[in-house]
Each structure stands twice: as structure tokens, then as C-alpha cells.
């Protein structure tokens, strides 16, 4: 009996011992780790001056090879070592100035980053570059290095490679100073070309909504008209090599960056030439999801070939299919642009619980590096922009489609059972002529689901003998009601008049 209630003894304090330990360990993960730090940001300019805008970009790509730290490639699986570069990446900035206001705009080939890394990027910016606001967004793109933990070798170890995110953040405090070094006078003209996502992208989730778009930023200079840069938007989640892929890519990201730069080319010969100036490509609402799976069959539209299977030619034939209705675009557009661009921002941070286990787990374990605050919070940001006759709703994460353009349901088998509260859609609150969405912006909180559509128990949407995919990579149900109603309260402080 003695040597049982030893036994006993024992155990309880093992288990006390594990819990204290296991609570600090807690505290630590879940710490705050900028005490603080609130954004809140309104200006707006009513008596702007010409326009100047300014371009930058640092080539961000990992060292691969013998003697070098593996680099593990974000999304899909875990374990998935990169075994060359394909083509570059990079982190590139676009700088606007109406002298009033001086906006930083960061476009990174990432999977995404964190609201922490944004605020350490912020940290980095020298006062004397005159930023007023910086947003710094990924690209989504599941052939980069990871830089959020989740696919490291094994479910267990982080991917992050400390040096090399230090990096990708030095990057981006180099290329906005690039591109204040860059300000010049400009024009911009706007354009919003309708595409039929057909071939293109596909959604895997009902409702079947599409942010199919493009919507496109063109700065000039005066006078010539020699361009100096733009800034696209498009949805669609730049994983079209696919899970095998093994080589670090831009994706299609980049070859619409390369495409109106350089021109589209083929084995040396110009199909289309180039427009010249730096672009910049912003994600849009990719969730639900939007992909170019192996189930859409993309054709090349210059070599008619068409192609399914996932591989950089079918990148290429994916984002030339764009390319290409960008250059025509630039090419018949007679709009001479306006000079005086007024900006605004609106910005706050945004405190959004957090109830997935999955990621209470991951950062327990070291997998998710980022600090909450307060408890069971993570601090995230929400902002609007006003460039000119644009505006730009600024989401950090990645917002389902219906949320931004209408066709959010009360689904059957839904956990709640509510009608929908996200309305009316976001597109429809932002002001301006061309309304752009840019996702995973200074954040990433993963999926942004509408609560009457969010579904984790049985009976499951629409007769579905599982749970969709989705929830498992979500924040929680409040995360878009939270999201939705702070650009809500946005819109009204960043309403600059356009000239």
C-alpha cells in the first residue's frame, strides 16, 4: 500500500510539475511581444499636390546548394526541401506622394508574414524616408520559402529559417528606401478589365463566387509617358506547379511582373514587348478556394497548347493569359492620367480571438512565432486607402470572395444557422471608380469565412459527408464579422475627393 501511494505521490507531482511548466511555457509563446503598439491612423489630403511615385524591388531569393541550410517550401506538406531556384523572388515597393501624404505600398513572394514581422519591418524604416503608412503584403505562393513555421521537415519543426526571414524584412526596409530615392512626378491611370475565370482559376468551395478581375494601377511620367510601374490585383493562389514542385518560383506572380517589363517571350523572340518600369503584384480574395488545380486545363495563348498537368509551363501559359490582356489594356488606353492623385489612409489595429486549437497548438510548440495580446487574441491591422479615384480595402488574410463581392448564403448544414452578417459586401462600401482588395496585408489569418457559412459539425454543407477545408486553417467564425465591420467604420476616413 505504501509503495502505491508513493507511486501516487509521484505522479501527482510529475503532472503539477508538467502543468507549471506547460503554463509557462504559455506565457512565454503567448506573450505580447511589441507592449503597446496600436495603429491608428486618418489622414487625408484635400489639397494634394502633383503626384510623384517612386519603384524599388531587392531580389530576396535563398542560397541553395551544398554547405547551405535546407530550405523548406511553404504549403501543401511538410518536408518538402527545395532543390533549386527556378526563377527569382523578390520584395518590391511602390512609394506614393501627393505632398501631404507619403504612402508605402510592399508586395514579397511569401507565403505570408505575420502582423509581427510587418511591425519589425515598420521598426526598420528610417524617420527620415517621410513614410506616413507602409502596408506590406505576400503574394501567397506556395513554392517560397516558408516564413510562418507550418512546413518545416515535420509536423513538429519549424521551416523558418531565422537568418533568411531577417532578411526578406532588411528587403523590404530597402526597397521602400529605394523607391523614395525614386519619387519623380507621374500620372496614374486606372483600369478594371472583366476576365472569365474559366481556364483560368476554379473555385473548390460552394457558393461558387470569383473575384475574377483585373484592376490595375498605371503610373507614368508626365509628358513622355514612359511608364514608371504599376500595381495589379488578381485572386488566385499562386500554387500552379503544384505540390510535387520541388524549385523555388514567383509563380505566376512573377511572370506578369517579368511580362510588362520585358514583354512576353518566348525561346529569345518577343511576342509582346514590354512596357519597361517595376510592377507590383497584390493577392486579392483567394479564399474558398481560388486555384489553378490540376483540374483547370490552362492554354497557352501564344503557343495554343493547352496544358493541365501542374508545371512551370503551365505558370507561364497562366500568367501570360494575363500578361496579355494587361498589354492590350496599356496599349488602347487613351486616358491621359490624372496629376493630382489625392491619397487617404484609414488604418487600426484589430484584436481578433483566436479559437482554432490547431494553431493554439502550433504555437505551443513553437511551429506559429508570433505573440498574442491580449490572451487568446492575436493583434492583427485593418486598413482603407484612397489613391485618387482607387480605393484599396486592406485585409490581412485571405478573405473569402463572397465576403468582397456579394453571394455570402445562409448554407444549409451551416454551424450557425443565422442569416448572413457580412453584408452588404465590401466592394460596395469602398468608395472610388476601381476598387482593389489586397489580401494577406500586414497579416496572415488565414481563411476569413462568412459565419453563416462556416461549418465544422455534422451535418455538414450541403450534404457533404465531411467537413470542408477551410475552418481547419482559420482564426474562427468571428474573424469576418470582426474584419467586415471595422472597414465599415474605415471607409469614412479615407474618402480624399479625386481631381
Not at 472569365?196 to 460552394?206: E, F, H, M, Q
Not at 509582346?272 to 481560388?290: C, E, I, S
Not at 462568412?450 to 468571428?478: C, H, I, Q
Request: with cysteine; hydrophobic share 45%.
Amino acid at each position: 500500500m505504501r509503495l502505491l501511494v508513493q507511486a501516487l505521490l509521484g505522479l501527482t507531482v510529475l503532472v503539477l510539475v508538467l502543468a507549471v511548466a506547460l503554463l509557462a511555457r504559455a506565457a512565454w509563446v503567448f506573450r505580447d511581444r511589441f507592449p503597446g503598439y496600436e495603429v491608428s491612423v486618418r489622414r487625408l489630403t484635400t489639397n494634394a499636390a502633383p503626384l510623384r511615385a517612386g519603384f524599388g524591388r531587392v531580389n530576396i531569393t535563398p542560397e541553395i546548394g551544398p554547405g547551405k541550410p535546407p530550405v523548406w517550401i511553404a504549403g501543401f506538406d511538410q518536408g518538402r526541401a527545395a532543390t533549386g531556384v527556378h526563377d527569382d523572388l523578390f520584395a518590391l515597393a511602390a512609394v506614393l506622394d501627393d505632398g501631404t501624404t507619403r504612402l508605402g505600398l510592399v508586395a514579397v513572394d511569401s507565403i505570408g508574414i505575420f502582423h509581427d514581422d510587418v511591425i519589425r519591418v515598420r521598426q526598420q524604416i528610417p524617420a527620415s524616408l517621410g513614410l506616413h503608412y507602409v502596408v506590406v503584403c505576400a503574394t501567397h505562393n506556395h513554392s517560397t520559402p516558408d516564413l510562418m513555421g507550418l512546413w518545416g521537415p515535420d509536423v513538429f519543426r519549424s521551416g523558418v529559417n531565422p537568418t533568411y526571414r531577417d532578411r526578406v524584412l532588411a528587403g523590404c526596409v530597402t526597397a521602400l528606401s529605394n523607391a523614395v530615392g525614386e519619387l519623380q512626378p507621374a500620372t496614374l491611370a486606372l483600369m478594371e478589365l472583366p476576365v472569365d475565370p474559366a481556364g483560368l482559376v476554379t473555385d473548390t468551395r460552394k457558393p461558387l463566387v470569383y473575384d475574377p478581375d483585373l484592376r490595375w494601377m498605371l503610373f507614368r511620367k508626365p509628358g513622355s509617358g514612359e511608364v514608371l510601374g504599376s500595381v495589379v490585383g488578381w485572386a488566385n493562389h499562386p500554387e500552379t506547379p503544384w505540390s510535387r514542385n520541388t524549385e523555388i518560383t514567383a509563380d505566376f506572380c512573377g511572370v506578369i511582373r517579368d511580362g510588362l517589363e520585358q514583354g512576353i517571350r518566348y525561346d529569345g523572340r518577343v511576342k509582346m514587348p514590354g512596357l519597361g518600369g517595376t510592377h507590383l503584384f497584390f493577392n486579392g480574395a483567394v479564399g474558398g478556394l481560388m486555384t489553378t488545380s490540376p483540374s483547370v486545363t490552362v492554354r497557352d495563348p501564344f503557343l495554343e497548347e493547352d496544358f493541365a498537368k501542374p508545371s512551370h509551363e503551365k505558370t507561364r501559359a497562366l500568367g501570360n493569359q494575363l500578361v496579355r490582356r494587361l498589354l492590350d489594356a496599356a496599349g488602347t488606353n487613351r486616358e491621359p492620367g490624372s496629376l493630382q492623385v489625392p491619397l487617404a489612409v484609414s488604418a487600426r489595429t484589430l484584436r481578433v480571438p483566436l479559437e482554432n486549437p490547431g494553431f493554439l497548438l502550433a504555437g505551443m510548440i513553437g511551429l506559429l512565432d508570433r505573440g498574442h495580446s491580449p490572451w487568446m487574441q492575436v493583434r492583427s491591422e485593418v486598413a482603407v486607402l484612397r489613391i485618387g479615384d482607387a480605393s484599396v480595402a486592406c485585409i490581412p488574410g485571405e478573405i473569402y470572395p463572397e465576403l468582397v463581392n456579394g453571394g455570402v448564403v445562409r448554407a444549409p448544414g451551416g454551424d450557425f444557422d443565422i442569416e448572413p452578417l457580412e453584408v452588404p459586401p465590401l466592394r460596395d462600401l469602398l468608395p472610388g471608380r476601381v476598387k482593389f482588395l489586397f489580401g494577406l496585408a500586414n497579416d496572415e489569418l488565414g481563411y476569413i469565412i462568412p459565419k453563416s457559412e462556416w461549418d465544422t459539425r455534422a451535418p455538414f454543407l450541403y450534404g457533404a459527408d465531411r467537413a470542408p477545408y477551410g475552418e481547419v486553417n482559420s482564426a474562427g467564425p468571428e474573424t469576418a464579422v470582426l474584419l467586415h465591420g471595422a472597414v465599415r467604420e474605415l471607409v469614412a476616413g479615407a474618402t480624399a475627393p479625386s481631381r
